[in-house]
């Protein structure tokens, strides 16, 4: 419990080394001087001098383990970041200072993380009861026209694209129908629970419509399995309803391995559900994240990357704990 | 066939010892050997008969064919009494059972025949009905308990759900009544084992709790499938032995299905023999061990090790494989494998012998003369135990 819990921190600092490594050695290597990557933060105008006096007040001069241990020291204590003209306080945990928006990386992060935060809970809802549910109607009725049907869509839910079934979906419930809300809209929570409900159906039916196929056939096949085992015989041999048989005894084996993967899907998305955020226009992590890339704005990229990572890494925790609760066989060792 | 007939070569006509006198008064009451129907038929049901099952048919359609696992079987089990069906993998018992329990998936089966009990049909009885039996008049106990247990609930929770299905008690009540039967059953400290988990127990302790939980609601019946098979050697026999105790407990009918005739030895009344999804003999326990009439009991007596003989030969295994239960051999089933089909004249390969009374109350289905069978018996079979 405690090992896993180090050696989570642990990994994290290898996960943010070897992404500050990706951003600021590998250019090195393949040949930029500091000075290359200093002039993506002066004016277009800047002189040579002027980029060189950049390079070195940004740091790009030193060696690259006194760079990574600035900004791991930034991390745990904050640090300061010199523009030239005034010197920004970055405060603990400080993962980056973006030169282009002028503002540490972090804050604007915590104010975009309700959004995704939102979509992905709404989501993960939908995707896990509709998902669960139709792999075990599927399951039961296995080789039934509704079997196949659901099979069907499912395949058809896992193929396509979010930014092809999201811009569909738009099309014909916003803009067509007028049903939902508009591209872009959202509504914080503590605002105006039914709108920010209302804001999100349409992204939180799209993003689900695709996990939900998943975990579908996932439930699916798991709910085959376990209905053959022996001890689903002697839940039937003591009378219990047919009912209580498959959701009490079938369903309970089967969704332990379902808990696992739906464990690290939310980790994963919390790190920002890209192609969703951008086919919606939500401002989330996602949606920055993809801005940061095509701004060339490393710093915000760098702590896009490691909150993601993150995400992903407690998400690894709660999942090995929870794993102990739903299978006492592993409380033991 | 109540009253024991002097039919020459059966054991029981042989100067009674007195534990054949005593095993001969536990016997179940033989049903009347005038409604015999032909193949597997055995007629009205005996009138203390719990459990009567009438030309049973079990017949799963599949793709390849239509796999005949019971096809045509009969018999009768009282209260307090013990039948035991022994047979290879395949031979149609582990099906017999899940018949009898209801639990074959609805739409994969095909079943006829007859199955009462307590004078209650089963057989086209609707599922809700038959679930309701299930574990409260009949129950069952399988052959690996390990996997037979949920792994995800305490042992207690499992007994309690097995209870509260049939009784309308409270959890705690029902946990109360899960701690009894646990102690009852032999499982020491069983107030703090019963929050343990099937994993945490031993393997006879794992069978111990499979029993309380089947007989948690007091059944009437109680169908036992290879209950030992998984265990050791030294467990087995205080598994039977509980087994036994508990019948006398609780005066109900067990089945025990298993391929051991060492353990059917032990326990049982009568003893149903199968073979390609028929019964070959059936008969009191004492007289298959003593006078068996079909050369498949035979065949399995003699390659069953015996500890109370000096062997003077090594086992001989029945040579051969079970056959395809989707086509069955022509004639008698066993013919492919029976060292002595050709002394019939042709008639093995041709024709099903009827399950036909040999001896008093003591059935088989063999072409072979009574001459001829007590000749091999004497000469070949018995010397060579």
Known sequence: MIRRFISAVVLLFVVSAVTFAIFFLLPRLAGATPDDLASRYVGKTAGQEQIHAAAVRLGFTDPIWVQYGRFAKGIVVGSEYDTGVTVEECPAPCLGYSFITQNPVLPDLLDRLPVTLSLAAGAAVLWLFGGVATGVVSALKRGSPLDRTAMGIALAGVSLPIFFTGLLALSIFSYGLGWTAQGGSYTPFQENPAQWAYDLLLPWITLS????????????????????????????????????????????????????????????????????????????IGKYAVDAVANNDLPKVLGVTLLGATFIVIANLVVDLLYAVVDPRVRVS | MSQPSTTPGTPTDEAPTAPAQKRSRRRREAPPSTGLDGIGGLGAPAPNSFLSVRDLRVHFPTDDGVVKSVDGISFDLARGKTLGIVGESGSGKSVTSMSIMGLHKPGTVRMTGSIRLGGEELIGAGSETVRELRGKRMAMIFQDPLSAMHPFYTIGRQIVEAYRVHNDVSTSVAKKHAVEMLDRVGIPQASSRVDDYPHQFSGGMRQRAMIAMALSCDPDLLIADEPTTALDVTVQAQILDLIRDLQTEFNSAVIIITHDLGVVAELSDDIMVMYAGRAVEYAAAADVFERPEHPYTWGLLSSMPRLDRVRTERLRPIPGAPPSLINVPSGCPFHPRCAYADRTGGLSQSERPPLEEKGPGHYAACHLTASERNNIWENDIRPAL
Do not use: C, Q, W
Not at chain 1, 217 to 224: D, K, N, P
Not at chain 1, 228 to 243: C, F, M, P, S, V
Not at chain 1, 267 to 284: C, K, P, Q, R, V
């Open chain 1, 209 to 284: 419509f695709l996990y939900a196929a998943a975990y579908a056939r996932l439930t699916r096949a798991g709910m085959l399995e376990t209905m053959n085992e022996d001890y689903i015989r002697t839940a039937r041999a003591k009378g219990l309803k047919e009912h209580d048989v498959v959701v009490r005894h079938g369903l309970r084996a089967a969704l332990t391995p379902i808990l696992t993967i739906f464990g690290l899907d939310l980790g994963l998305l919390l790190g920002g559900a890209i192609l969703t955020e951008s086919t919606f226009s939500l401002n989330g």
